[in-house]
Each structure stands twice: as C-alpha cells, then as structure tokens.
C-alpha cells in the first residue's frame, strides 16, 4: 500500500509567521510531488509542484524535497488569514499512468 | 479557459438508490480523473480514463459504482445501488497528456440518507 503521510493538524500560526507543512511517502518510485490548497467546501488547487530534490520557490511559496528520507514540505512565508486551508501533499510515480496519490490534508490557521 | 465543469453540484438520496454524475473537462484535456473526498480525507482515485479508454479503475467499486467516457470528452460517473458509506464529495479532474498536473471540478457533493 502506497502511504502518503500528512499531520492532520490543525496548525495555527500567527499572521506573518512561517507556516511549515510536512509530508512523508512510502513509494520510493515516486518521482513527482505537488501541494494542493483546499478551501472548506472548495475543490483542491494546485500550488505548487516539485520534481528534484532541494527547494524551490514561488511568491510566499517554498516547496522542499528530499527523497533519501521521502519527505517533502511547504513553507509558506508571511502567512495571512486567506492562507487559512486544508494543504493536501500529493504524490505521482511513473507507473501509475499520471494517477496521483494524495495524503489526508493538513488544516492550516492563521490567526489576526 | 473554461474549467473543469460538473454537474449536479449537491444530491441527496436515500440508501439503494441510484444516481449519476456528469463532468465536462477542459477543452483539448485527454486525462479525466474521478475521485472520492470523504470529509476529513484527502482524495482517493476511482477511475481514470485516457481519451474515452480506462487507464486505472483498480479502487472502482464494481459492484456498484461505473463511469463511463464516451468520444473522450463528457463522462459519467453512476452508484447503483447507494449506501451510506457512498456519502462524500466527488471530484472530476482532467490534465493534458503526460503531465501530472491536474484541474479540479467543483464537485458534486452527495448524501446517502
């Protein structure tokens, strides 16, 4: 069974802190990472997408991978109360025909 | 662009009966994805169709769940008959050809009373 890894939260920061989102898989032959942003009562919405190891970064965004250890992370800097979501880490390995596996979701809050 | 479409955006049904969703994709995507959202879970894939041919349905429920995808474009998904445990948000997505990135529907969100 392929796991994708999430801490369910919720996670509260303060506004304008850094928020850290952690995730971990099992399938070592996973080789494409993405984080999805989920509104309550919303569809998922990609954000961000990470393929090699290290960082890489968008706007507040900044996405890590490390696939010796099989984690992957979200930082999300200055966060603000519209970052307020559930973060689904979604995994994709080669031979599953571009199917995606996704984790359980971390509820971020970001409080005034 | 237009998204990704979905309709009906709500249903409620009893137990043992039947219903349909329909999902439009984006135009020119040959991938269609549906999933399951059960509240508190991330989604969990039940079919995938390429063109109107099925890739992966290993987590389809075939004994009662079907979908359909026909001339490659529109698709169906049907519970027939429905239980309790079916009650989640069902989520169309669709992606151009080799790529993993995908574009969520709305949903239709469906409860079995």
């Known amino acids: 069974q392929k796991e994708v890894e999430q801490n369910s939260g919720p996670l509260s920061v303060p506004e304008g802190a850094i928020a850290s989102l952690n995730c971990t898989y099992s399938?070592?032959?996973?080789?494409?990472f993405f984080w999805y942003r989920q509104y309550s009562g919303k569809s998922p919405e990609l954000i961000m997408s990470?393929?090699?190891?290290g960082d890489k970064e968008d706007g507040r965004f900044t996405a890590q991978l490390n696939k010796a250890s099989q984690y992957v992370s979200l930082l999300i800097r200055d966060s603000q109360p519209s970052d307020s979501a559930t973060y689904l880490c979604?995994?994709?390995?080669?031979?599953?025909?571009?199917?995606?596996?996704f984790g359980k979701g971390t509820s971020l809050l970001v409080t005034p | 662009e237009a998204g990704v479409a979905q309709s009906p955006r709500y249903k409620i049904i009893e137990k043992r009966q039947s219903v349909a969703f329909w999902c439009n994709p984006i135009?020119?995507?040959?991938?269609l994805y549906w999933y399951q959202q059960i509240l508190g879970q991330g989604p969990k894939l039940l079919i995938q169709?390429?063109?109107?041919?099925?890739?992966?349905d290993s987590q389809l429920p075939k004994d009662r769940f079907s979908a359909e995808r026909l001339k490659g474009v529109d698709s169906t998904l049907k519970i027939q008959p429905a239980k309790l445990e079916d009650s989640a948000v069902y989520l169309c997505?669709?992606?151009?050809?080799?790529?993993?990135?995908?574009?969520f529907g709305p949903g239709t969100r469906l409860t079995v009373t």
């Open positions: 997505a669709s992606s151009p050809s080799d790529t993993y990135e995908q574009y």
């Open positions: 169709f390429q063109n109107n041919g099925v890739v992966d």
């Open positions: 990470i393929y090699s190891n």
């Open positions: 979604a995994v994709g390995a080669y031979y599953s025909g571009y199917a995606l596996n």
């Open positions: 399938d070592r032959g996973s080789q494409s």
């Open positions: 135009s020119g995507h040959a991938t």
